[in-house]
């Protein structure tokens, strides 16, 4: 394999990515609303508006739904600072991975399903490129800008919630162990399963918009982690985050597997044809 | 030598024989025509010769290399235009030829610079380089992917319909560039159409196919000569007489005499009309008839190719 061609590849797909705002739009705005706009709507607002009484209330009844070692974390809280410390650390982690998820399949089924859609595929498919070189190009092209936009999110998301923690807790909290291992195991992982599942529907289906749809299937369990947390039945502690990183690193190569098996010109030429 | 063979190559889908035992030779510096109505399997034939795809049986070389086992090799030295034009839409032309350029490892960036100026030039296409394709016409898509076939000068061309989508300038201009890569600088070229007038203007031979089926091959005069229409002696009269349709009638070679008498025109069959339409004229001016012209009509491929692929 040629580091030069799947450079290549790679640099052509990212040229039509960044000019088409059907897959920028998406891109863009979701992290901005999970790692600005809810943060601060959520934490921020109520956190510099006045003093109110349920500051002044026990922690109790919101403590009482967590887990026992989350608990002792509030020990000595206020309500609102509880509520900062939860947010900040707990409810919003699986918004991100979201992000990964979606930004790496929105990209892959323009790369895959997209180009199969434009009908580009025959004379990409014609040149001395192997298929190797092609499909290393095309991950990459939706692994990198998804993992850009994952990581820039979390440094703009730790950036709010430290200043909000630091006013009502007077520390910051971001980065710790669990959210580092969040975004830099489990995110990458969940971007190649989402980019594993594009290439794979891709070869079935006649367009973007069905690969991108199909592909969502994704979200459900981090959707189940959502409401999972929302309900206090789970939350992302690190043994949670070490079972997602086992399990997605399984679908990875699992899907990965599959999806280099369907990769071949072959396959996707005769049903075009 | 032959540069692209194909033995008893056979495709199928299912339980569909898109292509079946189709064997065919394509010559160094040939221009050949692949002639078929939609379906006939002339754009399964080309993506097997261009290692798209494998054959399910049979056998084919391209450039002296084995279409199954040398598929690389095969896509380096072969230039393809599809059917579609296969333009990426976001891209400007030049970002279109500089990746298909180095694609086919063009990897000096003055040559490819070079190349690619040439050849836009070449296609009036170059103050466009800029411009997103997708704002171009049919017409300026089907120019610039011709000049993408060609960015790395591949000595073996599979074309699919070159001129479709031209304006009568262009397709002239891209006959003339195919009759030119042919004869000047010895490409080999597969020509897929359903424009009958190229094929009878650039091929030196033609096959027509059917179902996947070979059904003729030859050179367009061959195939002529198979249709039962014979070459006419049309003649065009100044004023029409009888007199003079029986004039015509007493050669001894004409066998029939057709009358148009709104355009006053004969329309002579003869065994062999190049030597006969002297005598043919003579007889006309001898019985007093005005003649505004003489012309040797010969059955076209057009009639060929209806009569083959309707049997």
Redesign the interface.
């Known amino acids: 394999m040629r580091a030069?061609?799947v450079r290549?590849v790679f640099?052509?797909d990212w040229?039509?990515v960044k000019?088409?705002w059907q897959i920028l739009l998406p891109v863009i705005v979701i992290p901005f609303m999970f790692a600005v706009v809810l943060p601060i709507l959520v934490m921020a607002i109520p956190s510099l508006s006045p003093v109110s009484t349920s500051q002044q209330e026990d922690p109790a009844s919101l403590i009482r739904a967590l887990p026992d070692d989350v608990s002792q974390e509030l020990q000595g809280m206020t309500a609102q600072q509880a509520l900062v410390y939860i947010m900040s650390l707990y409810f919003f982690a699986p918004f991100f991975l979201v992000v990964p998820l979606m930004a790496s399949s929105v990209i892959a089924s323009d790369s895959f399903a997209g180009e199969k859609e434009?009908?580009?595929?025959?004379?990409?498919?014609?040149?001395?490129?192997?298929d190797g070189e092609l499909f290393l190009g095309k991950v990459l092209v939706a692994f990198v800008p998804s993992m850009v936009v994952t990581v820039v999110s979390f440094l703009v998301y730790s950036t709010i919630v430290n200043m909000v923690s630091y006013v009502t807790l007077s520390r910051i909290l971001l980065p710790n162990t669990v959210w580092i291992l969040l975004i830099f195991g489990v995110a990458p992982e969940i971007a190649l399963a989402g980019i594993g599942l594009t290439v794979m529907i891709s070869t079935r289906v006649k367009g973007f918009r069905e690969a991108q749809q199909i592909s969502a299937l994704l979200l459900i369990p981090i959707l189940m982690l959502v409401f999972g947390q929302l309900s206090g039945a789970m939350l992302l502690g690190p043994a949670v985050v070490a079972w997602l990183i086992a399990v997605f690193g399984i679908l990875d190569v699992l899907l990965f597997q599959i999806g280099i098996r369907t990769f071949k010109?072959?396959e996707i030429?005769?049903k075009i044809? | 030598m032959p540069r692209i063979e194909a033995d008893a190559l056979t495709k199928r889908f299912g339980s569909l024989t898109a292509v079946d035992r189709l064997s065919f030779d394509v010559k160094e510096g040939e221009v050949f025509g692949l002639l078929g109505p939609n379906g006939a399997g002339k754009t399964t034939t080309v993506r097997m010769l261009a290692c798209l795809i494998l054959p399910s049986e049979g056998s084919g070389r391209v450039g002296g290399h084995d279409i199954i086992k040398d598929s690389m090799k095969i896509r380096e030295i072969v230039g393809i235009l599809t059917e579609n034009p296969s333009l990426y839409d976001r891209l400007t032309p030049y970002e279109n030829m500089s990746f298909f350029a180095q694609a086919y490892g063009l990897s000096d960036q003055q040559q490819r610079r070079s190349r690619i100026r040439e050849l836009l030039d070449f296609f009036n296409l170059w103050e466009r380089r800029n411009d997103k394709v997708g704002a171009f016409s049919k017409g300026m898509k089907q120019k610039l992917a011709i000049a993408r076939t060609l960015v790395h000068e591949p000595p073996i061309l599979l074309l699919d319909e070159p001129t479709s989508g031209l304006d009568p300038e262009s397709a002239k201009e891209i006959r003339d560039l195919i009759s030119s890569l042919s004869q000047r600088e010895n490409h080999t070229i597969l020509l897929c159409t359903h424009h009958l007038e190229d094929a009878e203007r650039l091929c030196s031979r033609v096959m027509i196919i059917n179902r996947g089926s070979r059904i003729i091959i030859g050179t367009p005069q061959e195939l002529r000569n198979r249709t039962s229409n014979k070459t006419a002696i049309e003649i065009s009269l100044k004023v029409y007489d009888l007199r003079l349709v029986q004039a015509v009638e007493e050669v001894e070679q004409v066998s029939e005499v057709t009358v148009d008498k709104s355009r006053g025109r004969l329309v002579i069959t003869a065994e062999d009309p190049d030597n006969s339409t002297p005598e043919i004229v003579r007889r006309i001016v001898y019985s007093g008839g005005e003649i505004l012209s003489v012309s040797i009509v010969q059955p076209s491929l057009e009639e060929a190719y209806l009569k083959f692929v309707k049997g």
């Open positions: 030069s061609k290549l640099w052509k040229l039509e000019r088409n434009r009908k580009t595929m025959e004379t990409l498919f014609a040149t001395p490129l192997s010109r072959e030429l005769s044809a």
